[in-house]
């Protein structure tokens, strides 16, 4: 019997110690314009290009934020900044609040004229405002 309690308690804390990081889920973030996209934390210095290629969200792709890089630099939640640029340069288009055990709970737009920012949860969608007769044709076809 103590053979079989030394077994099964380092199981059961390990299945406790890795239940918070198994709830939570990655962020998918879709970018669906045609411009390339990076980001910044109120948490840390630099930006997302920092991490070179990963960092940079290209145009018409997705790219998947692992949940454990959430759990390092939004600890106590922090707000994510969306640039329209590959450097985290020129205006904010958007920014994303991010809550631990939440992940994304509210989004905010602010470059309404040229992108629609939207999301929530595990998903943040990008897409260009659509404008004038072609663009209203394009959605029939």
Not at 22 to 51: E, K, P, Q
Not at 54 to 82: D, E
């Amino acid at each position: 019997m103590v053979i079989q309690l030394k077994k099964i308690v380092p199981v059961c804390f390990f299945a406790i110690s890795v239940m918070p990081f198994i709830a939570y889920a990655d962020v998918n973030i879709v970018n669906n314009t045609d411009i390339f996209g990076t980001a910044s934390l109120s948490t840390m210095a630099g930006c997302s290009s920092d991490l070179g290629d990963r960092g940079i969200i290209k145009h018409h792709s997705t790219i998947v934020i692992p949940q454990y890089l959430f759990n390092a630099f939004c600890t106590f939640g922090c707000t994510a900044s969306i640039y329209a640029s590959k450097n985290c340069g020129g205006k904010v288009m958007g920014t994303a609040e991010i809550t631990p055990g939440k992940n994304i709970t509210k989004m905010t737009n602010y470059d309404k004229e040229h992108f629609e920012v939207q999301g929530g949860g595990d998903n943040v969608i990008i897409n260009p405002v659509k404008k004038g007769f072609m663009d209203w044709i394009k959605t029939i076809f």
